[in-house]
């Protein structure tokens, strides 16, 4: 919960105000029924219609500025806890987009947009109520005992017997709540996630008819939540009922001990109006406290949620103390060795190496390499070799476990993450169209001038479809670039990697979707206008790479043959078998 008073404190001042609103507003509150017993004992037996009349308007004026002062407080708590609430949201999204690798693999997508949503709004709906019923609840609790024991201690014993053991077991079955919301927002990142697989893979969908499997297993998880959800609110809710039957006993108690004090001429008929209204604000006051208990175990788990992203160390720090550059090429793999996930949590809470003993398969086996700056290098090979994964080291989206990686004779951990980054210009297998217009998409945030634009999307045969729109480069993409065609989104995204002319240009698998007339011209116009960048591709078409100064051919892991392309035709007979049948030479 220490994230929740770390952000509002930042607003203290502006909150000690709500309370104090708050606190005058049900203090007058408490008042009312003070005055109504005042009224009916003493006023009324005077007869005197004026002075009824002068403390019924005074009753009304009374009301009038509880509501107001409750109002005001109200909205101040509002407008405190949406501006907490912005922040946190600011924070966590800026957390979770410099998160390194490992940290997106641990914590995982789905669980990080269920985070941002239904646990903000959890905190937020705390830090709301925590300003105002928490202030409320108490008065009305301890405000009504004090002043019921100066109209009538004996009726008084009747309340001083109850809200004990009603706190206590508000309590008891608060504190049995919090582990269940824990797993409501656990269940919770598993329908976010089905969810959002479904919405990005639909076209996959309902292609392959799997809509009523996909239902199916939507409905699982969707039920494995609720029943979750169920079962905390049963546990929170029990409070409730047994709330409202003590109280009522309570009031049965009163009346009849009343009825019997009036009898005596012990107490008077507007005492126990007064004590009816009291009783009836107390038992406000511990519903007040259940309902702020319920949402304390709800903001709990979030607020846990949330730490556990915030307080994520920095993932890829960078480091001073490393060796030299093993030579002057502008990249270089020397002797890398990587595994996704390679460090696992010990029983003790300790990390063990994933290569101890060889028990975990390495991603990357001992990976060595050089390219001259302006060089080209072409990456190929089968489904899950470790093509990408060079490129996941390359930009430092991960750092390898053994090894090093170098960019212009640095190792790439000593660069801060932007100044490395901005060394490329990149392409990825799965790469995002935003729903923005073509120009904005194009230059994503980066000074790049209008000229500059056009002359990549004319490099990229990008510009052959923007033109075909009556708004050119403000035409609007879809979301994921719906609109359109696969090709298309191909060169825009191409387009976009050269507009900044990087140093190293990067292109992972990025003209699957261009038939071989277009991604020959596209790379005969990457090699003429962009022969001082470094290019890397990474392809599963040999006549991609096959003009390319050197190219390695991976499997599982391993280089199995580097070298141009008639020096693998020769030494490399899985690199032979690719050719001939992609060239139809078999």
């Known amino acids: ?110 669980s990080l947009i269920s985070r941002m949503t239904s646990d903000s709004y959890n905190l937020q709906s705390f830090m709301q109520i925590t300003q105002t019923i928490a202030i409320r609840a108490p008065i009305l609790l301890f405000g009504g005992i004090f002043i019921t024991l100066s109209m009538d201690v004996g009726l008084a014993l009747v309340l001083i017997i109850l809200a004990p053991i009603l706190l206590i077991a508000v309590v008891i079955i608060s504190r049995k709540g919090i582990p269940l919301y824990d797993i409501v927002q656990t269940k919770l990142d598993n329908v976010v996630r089905i969810m959002r697989e479904n919405i990005t893979g639909i076209r996959v969908v309902k292609a392959l008819s799997k809509e009523n499997y996909e239902k199916r297993r939507f409905t699982e998880a969707n039920e494995q939540m609720s029943k979750s959800e169920i079962k905390a609110s049963v546990v929170m809710s029990l409070p409730g009922p047994v709330i409202s039957l003590a109280m009522n006993i309570g009031l049965t108690l009163v009346v009849l001990f009343g009825a019997y004090r009036v009898n005596k001429g012990v107490t008077q008929p507007g005492v126990i109006l007064a004590f009816l209204s009291y009783f009836q604000m107390i038992l406000m006051g511990v519903l007040i406290l259940n309902r702020f208990f319920l949402n304390m175990s709800k903001a709990n788990a979030s607020a846990n949620r949330i730490e556990g992203v915030m307080n994520q160390a920095e993932g890829l720090a960078v480091i001073s103390d490393v060796p030299k550059a093993p030579g002057d090429e502008y990249i270089i793999f020397d002797n890398v060795s990587f595994s996704y996930n390679a460090h696992e949590a010990s029983p003790h809470g300790k990390k063990l190496d994933a290569f101890a003993g060889g028990k975990r398969e390495k991603t990357l086996n001992n990976i060595d390499f050089r390219v001259k700056r302006g060089g080209s290098l072409g990456i190929i090979g089968a489904t899950g070799s470790g093509k990408t994964t060079i490129v996941n080291l390359l930009m430092r989206f991960y750092d390898p476990q053994e090894g090093h990686v170098y960019i212009d004779g640095r190792d790439v951990r000593t660069y801060g993450l932007d100044e490395l980054r901005r060394h490329f210009g990149v392409v990825f297998q799965s790469d995002a169209i935003f729903a923005d217009s073509i120009s904005e998409n194009l230059s994503f945030g980066r000074e790049v001038s209008v000229e500059r634009m056009e002359e990549a999307s004319s490099h990229a045969m990008a510009s052959e479809f923007i033109g075909d729109y009556d708004d050119n480069y403000q035409h609007q993409a879809a979301i994921h670039g719906a609109n359109f065609s696969g090709g298309q989104k191909q060169r825009l995204l191409i387009a976009r990697a050269l507009a900044a002319k990087p140093e190293v240009l990067i292109l992972d698998d990025s003209s699957s979707a261009l038939d071989y007339r277009t991604d020959a011209q596209l790379r005969r116009n990457i090699r003429e206008n962009y022969s001082e960048s470094t290019l890397v591709v990474i392809a599963q078409r040999v006549s991609s790479i096959m003009s390319l100064d050197q190219i390695i051919m991976m499997d599982e892991g391993r280089i199995i043959g580097m070298g141009t392309h008639e020096e693998l035709m020769a030494s490399t007979p899985q690199y032979r078998e690719i050719y001939e049948t992609q060239m139809g030479e078999v």
């Open 1 to 110: 919960m220490k994230i929740i008073w770390s952000y509002m404190k930042k607003h203290i001042w502006a909150i000690i105000l709500v309370i104090l609103v708050k606190f005058a507003a049900t203090a007058l509150e408490l008042l009312l029924p003070y005055i109504l017993e005042y009224m009916i004992d003493d006023i009324a037996p005077q007869k005197d219609v004026k002075l009824i009349l002068l403390w019924g308007a005074a009753m009304i004026v009374l009301a009038i500025v509880v509501r107001f002062l409750s109002v005001g407080a109200n909205r101040g708590s509002v407008k405190i806890a949406r501006k907490c609430i912005y922040q946190v949201r600011q924070d966590l999204f800026t957390k979770s987009i410099n998160l390194s690798g490992d940290q997106l693999d641990e914590v995982g997508l789905p």
